[in-house]
């Protein structure tokens, strides 16, 4: 199976203290996937400059196609993540044109002036591209540092979404040749752990990921849902795909499973 890794950093104190679900990284993780990327690792760490740097330098290290972070890019004391992204790219802060005419003129049409905190949004790393923000002010960075595309967005689940759409329509250049395909088996009376051996064979067989899902305990009444999806060209994985399911039918009949369309 092709691998085009992706990476998800997502910052703020308020996700790790659990007052924030981390809905972003849910968002970016399906949209990347749909994509064609394998999305290998999510890391959430506080406003803290050094755990930012620290999070984006790892992410690098590891070399993925494409780094996605959300949060930290406001006009409050604890926004940093332009700050941690330049350091750990080793470039300096400076005002991007782009960007601080986006915010100027968000806030002239309104008639509010441009203090230092709202302009503070406009400083990004040495290098970087301002991303439109068309669901609110600050803008996402964009930067391509060592064949990674690297995308830092809003917070706000309505802004970060609307970033990452422009940054994949006008600047992704690391674009998979790769069809993200899945199918679903619903089946009840049979055990996960029953099942468990022929997933594990399949997995070998077809280089494919198979993953049941329990949605019930296991010693009443079973009932799982099965999931088979992979990455590659169109044809292939369909082809795959049913290749597997046949062969789960067919186990599910010798379990004494019964195939339910839905749960």
Known sequence: MDYWFAEIVTIGNEVLSGKTVN?????IGRRLTSLGFTVRRITVVMDD???IVSAF?????RKPKVIVSSGG???TWDDKTAEGLAKALGVNLELNKTAFDMILEKYTKRNIPLTEERKKMAYLPYGAMAVENNEGIAPGIYIYHNNIDILATPGVPREMEN??????NKMLRNKP?????????????VMESALAPYVKELVKKYDIY???HPKSYELLRPILEIQIAGSGREE???VKIEKVKYELLDAIKKLNGIIRNSL
Do not use: Q
Request: proline letters at 2%; hydrophobic letters at 40%.
């Open 177 to 189: 040749n790769l069809k993200y395909l899945e199918d679903f088996i619903y089946v009840e009376n």
């Open 163 to 168: 970033v990452l759409e422009n940054f994949i």
């Open 210 to 212: 198979i993953k049941t």
């Open 57 to 61: 330098r790892e992410a690098i290290d």
């Open 73 to 75: 890019l406001g006009p």
């Open 49 to 51: 400059i050094d755990e």
């Open 23 to 27: 809905t972003n990284a849910s968002h």
């Open 236 to 238: 292939e994985i369909k």
